[in-house]
């Protein structure tokens, strides 16, 4: 018996469909029972860019894998769950053909073209109106009336009286019939999913097997009936002038929310199926990822990791243990890109067990981000304003529990004085709670935050990022004036008045200040 849903057998359709979900459609399942403090939140999700990366790991499925994949990536898993995934992982990439047989047999899932989180895991069920259980009673005085009109002159108004009612319930129950008709269309693609793998034998795929009567049943309640799918436009008909859609709109409503534990672990058992599948496809095509070895809360250990988003990136390396690190380097030496080169490994080390390097050893603790504060015009906010409210929000979040926080240029919103005072108080809070990956041109800061940051810079004067230790000492903002044609008087001026301030900094009571230019004549 075929459980596919009955607009959407795939022998009428040569390709399968590709639909498409928002962002809050996606993350239903997540927030069925997120943990806030140990989930990412949306900035740090926004400033890791792990949107794109998850539509990279979730390419090929259907909203059920993609849900799950996205908890994963937003919640982590725990040491006893992340060995099994690693271990089903291995399983699936040591046997090719059976993974192809299960991506194949999870084909059905991609039918569905809305969530049922929402539904599966939301709250209790709309109670049906008192005069649903009457609803059989308008076909029959529909019947009656008919009968009136063949006899009585005035026959035609009890007709009117009785299409009235029928008709008003078209009108009002019309969307709702409309968004629910979809909704057990997904029903019945998931259904049909769970049911074909119940053809697969093993322990793993058991509950397939041990459900698959009970999603058969299922199926029957909230399918349509073999008698309206034989009979050609018969339902329109019978819809217009006997209501059968809203009966059939209610009747389907309570066996869905009846059978509701039975489809929560079946959407669940599925989805986690679908996501290891997606998993696995994606590793196969992979030649840099390695298994993570999880360590404690300030170990990280990163050998030749790579962001999985750059076309040909450059591999680069890092090891801290208990305290963090001080990045600095030239402009466009790549700092924010390795920001969340080690961001974006840590996340998926913790949701899936590998990570883009060639070899890792990562804490399972939550990341936190600050990378991309703005200016916001409608909000009224600027960006100084910004930047403090995200700082605040880590001061809150941190230590609770320990985590990797990574920030990038702090506090660049207002003057150099104040920014390198500001970021000096809010990082050694945030050194002392968890474990600290700051990059800033301001490097002073490396010299104020010494025994908390490790100074570490990205060196390019190889042609290729190095990070190797140290602070830079030849910055080329001023070098760069060139490139854009300020011409030399512009140029000169700006070296002098570097030269100064370093020197100042150094020995304040024997600098002189620079002379003022020259009016320009």
């Known amino acids: 018996m075929s459980l596919l849903p009955d607009d959407f057998q795939p022998a009428a359709r040569s390709e399968l469909p590709s639909h498409f979900f928002t962002p809050e459609e996606i993350g239903r399942l997540h927030r069925a029972d997120a943990d806030p403090c140990t989930s990412l939140d ?27 994949l996205h908890r994963r990536l937003r919640a982590g898993i725990g040491d006893a769950e992340c060995a099994s995934l690693g271990a089903r992982l291995r399983g699936l990439l040591a046997d090719p053909a059976r993974l192809d047989a299960l991506d194949t047999a999870l084909r059905p899932l991609r039918y569905a073209d809305t969530e049922l989180a929402g539904l599966l895991f939301g709250g209790e069920p709309p109670q049906a109106p008192s005069w649903a259980r009457l609803l059989w009673t308008l076909p029959v005085l529909l019947l009656g009336s008919l009968a009136l009109l063949a006899t009585q002159p005035l026959g035609w108004m009890a007709t009117i009286a009785a299409l009235v009612p029928l008709m008003a319930l078209q009108i009002s129950y019309h969307r709702r019939i409309e968004l629910w008709t979809a909704t057990l269309n997904s029903l019945n693609a998931l259904l049909a999913g769970s049911h074909k793998l119940a053809e697969f034998g093993g322990p793993l795929l058991a509950p397939f097997v041990d459900a698959r009567g009970q999603a058969a049943r299922l199926h029957k309640r909230v399918g349509r009936s073999l008698l309206m799918r034989m009979i050609p436009g018969g339902e329109a008909y019978l819809n217009w002038f006997a209501a059968y859609n809203v009966r059939r709109y209610w009747k389907t409503m309570r066996a869905v929310y009846q059978a509701r534990d039975f489809l929560r672990d079946a959407c669940l058992r599925t989805a986690e199926l679908e996501a290891d599948v997606a998993l696995a496809r994606h590793l196969r095509g992979l030649d840099h990822w390695c298994w993570v070895e999880r360590t404690p809360a300030r170990t ?92 605040r929000e880590l001061l809150d979040a941190s230590g609770a529990p320990p985590g990797v926080c990574l920030v990038d240029e702090v506090f660049r919103g207002t003057n150099h004085l104040e920014s390198v005072s500001a970021a000096a108080a809010v990082l050694e809070t945030l050194c002392d709670r968890d474990l600290v990956l700051v990059s800033s041109h301001n490097l002073v800061l ?64 024997q600098q002189e200040a620079p002379k003022a230019l020259a009016p320009v004549t």
């Open 42 to 68: 949306d900035q740090t999700w926004q400033d890791l860019l792990l949107e794109s990366c998850e539509d990279k790991l979730a390419l090929g499925s259907s909203i059920f894998g993609r849900q799950m």
């Open 446 to 509: 490396a010299r104020l935050l010494h025994g908390r940051l490790e100074p570490l810079r990205i060196d390019t004067s190889s042609g290729s990022p190095v990070l190797k230790p140290g602070v830079l000492r030849n910055p080329n903002g001023i070098a760069l004036l060139a490139t854009q044609g300020f011409g030399t008087q512009i140029e000169d001026r700006a070296a002098e008045v570097a030269r100064w301030l370093s020197a100042h900094l150094v020995e304040p009571e």
């Open 300 to 391: 990280l250990e990163l050998e030749g990791g790579v962001h999985p988003l750059m076309e040909g990136p450059t591999a680069l390396s890092v090891a801290l243990d208990g305290r963090g690190a001080f990045i600095s380097g030239q402009n466009a030496s790549g700092k924010s890109t390795f920001l969340r080169m080690v961001g974006l490994n840590l996340v998926v080390a913790r949701a899936f067990g590998f990570c883009y390097a060639e070899g890792a050893r990562l804490p399972a603790v939550p990341v936190r981000a600050s990378m991309q504060n703005e200016d916001s015009l409608l909000g009224g906010e600027s960006l100084y304003m910004s930047e403090l409210r995200r700082a």
